[in-house]
């Protein structure tokens, strides 16, 4: 082959693979943009999850706990540091979730503005893991919370039960007391598990996936500019 043909080979060649590197470009482009508008839309799905739950764990801490309790005419009432904790741990995790709302939002306006794609996409992976750490540890408060007021209940139930019958807590047989902490461990266990669990499996059908995907994103789009 002469030289005139082989660098009209070559040229053609290179024509060619920076068109495919082009055309990856703008897929890996639409797809990071399918991604963020799923996320966008999540978003918005996640606010109604979160101030729904929020908003029953509220009123059954002021309206329906206490309702029950002057209902049964007990004189039992909850615990105002028990109220503030419970408090605290709704407003870490509605706080965290504004916190990063707040700055996703921020960081795709400015990357709309003045951001290449691999820039977008680091921004973006970045806010979502810190959101991660951020929503476990409002959660392990928030579970912390549950299994306190969960304790103090029973005990506070307990106490009540025993007073009401005319005996104290120590005149309680071992073997019985031992069966009602037993059980009571059981039941705090599901409940604190579940709630654990179904919160952290909303987190990553909304937002946890997403992470991943992002993540395979970038890597596909270093691999075409190495």
């Known amino acids: 082959m ?33 991604l963020l508008e799923r996320i966008d839309r999540n978003i918005k799905i996640g606010f109604v999850l979160l101030f729904a739950l929020i908003l029953l764990f509220i009123l059954d801490d002021f309206v329906f706990s206490p309702h029950i309790l002057n209902a049964m005419g007990d004189e039992i009432t909850i615990p105002g ?34 951001c290449n794609l691999r ?36 005990f506070m139930g307990m106490e009540q039960s025993v007073a009401s019958s005319g005996m104290q807590l120590s005149e309680i047989p071992f073997n ?12 705090l266990t599901l409940l604190v ?8 499996w909303g987190f990553r059908r909304l937002y946890g996936n997403y992470i991943q995907k992002l993540k395979a994103t970038l890597n596909e789009l270093n691999e075409v500019d190495s």
Not at 87 to 114: E, G, H, M, P, W
Not at 176 to 187: A, H, K, P, Q, Y
Not at 193 to 200: P, S, T, V, Y
């Open 119 to 154: 820039e977008t996409l680091r921004k973006i992976i970045k806010i979502l893991q810190l959101y991660q750490r951020l929503f476990y540890l409002a959660l392990v408060t928030f579970s912390v919370a549950v299994a306190i007021s969960f304790i103090s209940g029973m």
């Open 2 to 34: 002469e030289l005139k043909d082989l660098k009209k080979a070559w040229s053609s060649v290179s024509s060619d693979k920076e068109l495919d590197e082009n055309q990856i470009r703008e897929m890996l482009g639409r797809r990071t943009h399918s």
């Open 193 to 200: 598990g579940g709630i654990f669990l179904f919160m952290r």
């Open 81 to 114: 540091w028990l109220l503030f904790i419970n408090a605290f741990s709704y407003a870490l995790i509605l706080t965290t979730f504004v916190y990063f709302v707040f700055q996703y939002y921020r960081a795709k306006k400015s990357c709309d503005i003045n």
């Open 176 to 187: 019985r007391l031992l069966i009602v902490i037993v059980i009571g461990l059981i039941i």
